[in-house]
C-alpha cells in the first residue's frame, strides 16, 4: 500500500498569513493526489483534485501543486474560517489517506 | 442535489456483525461508484472498500476477510457488513461517491454515522 505522510501534523498561523501544508507519498502517485477540509463534527469536504484542480465553489485562496512523491496545499490568505483538519489522500493506487494536519489560529 | 445518507445501529457487541446502509439521492448507482471511509474518534481516514457501477467490489487488504460491500440499485441503497468486530472499529462510518478512476475523487459524502463497539 502506498503510504502518506502530512507535515506538519499541527500548525498555527495568524490571519492573512500564507500556509503550505506538506503531503509525501512512499512512490510516485502521478499526481493522483487531492485534499480535503474536514471540520469538527463534520464529514470531509473536497478542496482539490488531481493535485491542483479547484472543486467547484472553492475559494481562489486554496491552491495545491507536486509531482512524483511530494504535493502542497498553499492558503494564499488564511482567513478565520480555514481551522480545520486538512487531509491529502492518493489516488493512484487503493486510496489512502494522509494523517492530517491540524491548523489553528495564531 | 446528490446526497448520501449513512444509517445502522449506534452500538454493536463486540464479536458481532456491523450492517450500515447508505441511501443516496440524486445520482445512479449503475453510473457511480460508493466508497465506505471510517474515522475513529480523533483519528484520520480510512478507506475500506467500494463497489462500483458495475457492481465489482474491492477492499483494503486489512479488512478484507471481515468486509462485504453489495447494493441494491432498486432503492438506491449500498450495504456495508463487516463481522468480528472488536473495540478498535469503533468509528465514524462514512460513505462516499466517486466516478471511474481516474475521476475518483470523493466530492460527494454522507454526513457519517457513529458507531460503538462495546458489551
Known amino acids: 500500500d502506498i503510504e502518506m505522510t502530512q507535515s506538519p501534523s499541527f500548525l498555527s498561523a495568524s490571519v492573512g498569513e500564507r500556509v503550505t501544508l506538506s503531503c509525501k507519498a512512499s512512490?510516485?502517485?502521478?499526481?493522483?493526489l487531492d485534499w480535503y477540509q474536514q471540520k469538527l463534527g463534520k464529514a470531509p469536504k473536497l478542496l482539490i483534485y488531481?493535485?491542483?484542480t479547484l472543486h467547484t465553489g472553492i475559494p481562489s485562496r486554496f491552491s495545491g501543486s507536486g509531482s512524483g512523491t511530494d504535493y502542497a496545499l498553499t492558503i494564499g490568505s488564511l482567513q478565520p474560517e480555514d481551522v480545520a483538519t486538512y487531509f491529502c489522500?492518493?489516488?493512484?493506487?487503493?486510496?489512502?489517506f494522509g494523517a492530517g494536519t491540524k491548523l489553528e489560529l495564531k | 442535489q446528490v446526497q448520501l445518507k449513512e444509517s445502522g445501529p449506534g452500538l454493536v457487541q463486540p464479536s458481532e456483525t456491523l450492517s450500515l446502509t447508505c441511501t443516496v439521492s440524486?445520482?445512479?448507482?449503475?453510473?457511480?461508484?460508493v466508497h465506505w471511509v471510517r474515522q475513529p474518534p480523533g483519528k484520520g481516514l480510512e478507506w475500506m472498500g467500494i463497489i462500483r457501477s458495475g457492481g465489482s467490489t474491492d477492499y483494503n487488504s486489512a479488512l478484507k476477510s471481515r468486509l462485504s460491500i453489495s447494493r441494491d440499485t432498486s432503492k438506491s441503497q449500498v450495504f456495508l457488513k463487516m463481522n468480528s468486530l472488536q473495540a478498535e472499529d469503533t468509528a465514524i462510518y462514512y460513505c462516499?461517491?466517486?466516478?471511474?478512476?481516474?475521476?475518483?475523487?470523493?466530492?460527494?459524502w454522507g454526513q457519517g454515522t457513529l458507531v460503538t463497539v462495546s458489551s
Open positions: 488531481n493535485t491542483n
Open positions: 440524486g445520482f445512479s448507482l449503475t453510473s457511480n461508484s
Open positions: 462516499t461517491r466517486s466516478g471511474a478512476w481516474p475521476r475518483n475523487w470523493f466530492a460527494y
Open positions: 512512490q510516485n502517485i502521478n499526481k493522483y
Open positions: 489522500l492518493q489516488r493512484d493506487g487503493w486510496p489512502t
